[in-house]
């Protein structure tokens, strides 16, 4: 409603160019200067029908309008990856949210889908979020860098045996790009010495990068925060309104509704679970809208009791063998409707 609408009907004797004035004062000095010494802000918001809450810095963003450009694809091939059931998870998104959350960023499939106008992406993984950072600051440099690569196996053996901690952040991006597209079926694993021990993927005929996705993936990741942290601390970023998608790694040695019978074996375990569904209920709280992908086994179900459960079925590799596939039965829990 135009302010001096609000005025005339909700305060007569109030003039446009008071509520004018107020509205100036409101921008300076915060609600203390709408404040009506006699009656006090409540009613002061009430008689004037104003949202005095602080305006959302975030830009929304409404699923289902077509964000501009060409769509941006994940950069590297992720273990656990939900590329092949992005398009459905996308369709559960919230119609509108302020900023969009991804704590366990990976390949960034939901992310690159949705291509948010704000968004906040995380990640344990050290070379994935670097590699991120960079192509969102210096995508000219890493085009370059990574034209000196060659797809061959002694190249490929080469650089494997470079420590990351030795190269600068550009170079350092170029060579998990190029380990990521050309090592075994993409994967992307290191050993305890945090060395890549993959071995070579054999497929000297495709090309491991495309200046012209790269060139996307830039654009997409301009209004993205980029860090290396632990899950945790997103309710420290997430504000009301905010929209969290978490992927977290599945606990090893699932075995359906049988439960768990192993703990840690890929560094994943019960208590990060734990973790995970405290976060989920923290989110809850601070009125986030929340989505979460998980295992659809008995365990998961209980733990996340009274929020919205529907089941995906997910073709996928099994053990990283291209030609092993099964169909996992996940589950996506959510905060809201719609
Ligand atoms: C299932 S993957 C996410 C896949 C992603 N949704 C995609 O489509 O590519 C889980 C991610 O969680 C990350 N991760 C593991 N432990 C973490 C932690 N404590 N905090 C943040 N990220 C973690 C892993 O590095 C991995 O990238």
Redesign the pocket.
């Known amino acids: 409603m135009p302010f001096a609408d609000a005025a005339a009907q909700h305060a007569a004797d109030v003039r446009p160019g008071t509520v004018t004035r107020w509205i100036a004062r409101l921008r300076q000095d915060g609600l203390l200067g709408l404040v009506d010494r006699h009656a006090g802000p409540a009613v002061t918001q009430r008689q004037l029908s104003l949202d005095f809450s602080p305006a959302r810095t975030a830009p929304r963003t409404t699923v289902g309008r077509r964000p501009r450009g060409r769509p941006a694809l994940?950069l590297?091939k992720?273990?656990?990856?939900?590329?092949p059931i992005?398009a459905k998870l996308a369709a559960l998104v919230p119609s509108r949210f302020f900023a969009y959350h991804?704590?366990?960023?990976?390949?960034?499939?939901?992310?690159f889908a949705l291509r948010p106008a704000r968004s906040f992406l995380?990640?344990?993984?050290a070379e994935?979020m670097n590699l991120y950072a960079v192509v969102k600051q210096q995508l000219e440099p890493l085009l370059a860098a990574l034209a000196r690569h060659q797809n061959t196996r002694e190249h490929f053996l080469a650089v494997r045996g470079i420590h990351p901690d030795t190269l600068p952040p550009v170079e350092r991006a170029a060579r998990t790009l190029f380990l990521n597209r050309t090592c075994f079926n993409g994967l992307?694993r290191v050993n305890r010495a945090g060395l890549f021990n993959v071995p070579y993927g054999s497929q000297q005929h495709t090309t491991f990068f495309q200046p012209d996705s790269l060139r996307r993936a830039h654009l997409a990741l301009q209004n993205a925060d980029i860090a290396c942290?632990?899950?945790?601390t997103c309710a420290d970023q997430a504000r009301r309104g905010d929209f969290v998608?978490l992927?977290?790694?599945?606990v090893s040695g699932l075995r359906g509704d049988q439960g768990f019978v192993s703990y840690q074996a890929n560094?994943?375990g019960e208590a990060?679970a734990e973790?995970v569904a405290e976060l989920f209920e923290q989110l809850d709280r601070q009125a986030c809208r929340v989505m979460l992908?998980n295992p659809d086994t008995a365990v998961t179900r209980a733990r996340y009791r009274g929020f919205r459960i529907e089941s995906l079925s997910v073709r996928r590799q099994v053990g990283g063998h291209a030609d092993r596939r099964g169909h996992a039965h996940e589950i996506v829990v959510r905060n809201y409707q719609r």
């Open positions: 994940p590297v992720w273990s656990g990856s939900k590329a992005a991804e704590p366990f960023v990976g390949g960034g499939s939901m992310f995380s990640d344990l993984n994935l992307f942290r632990d899950f945790t998608y992927d977290p790694p599945y560094g994943f990060d973790r992908s």
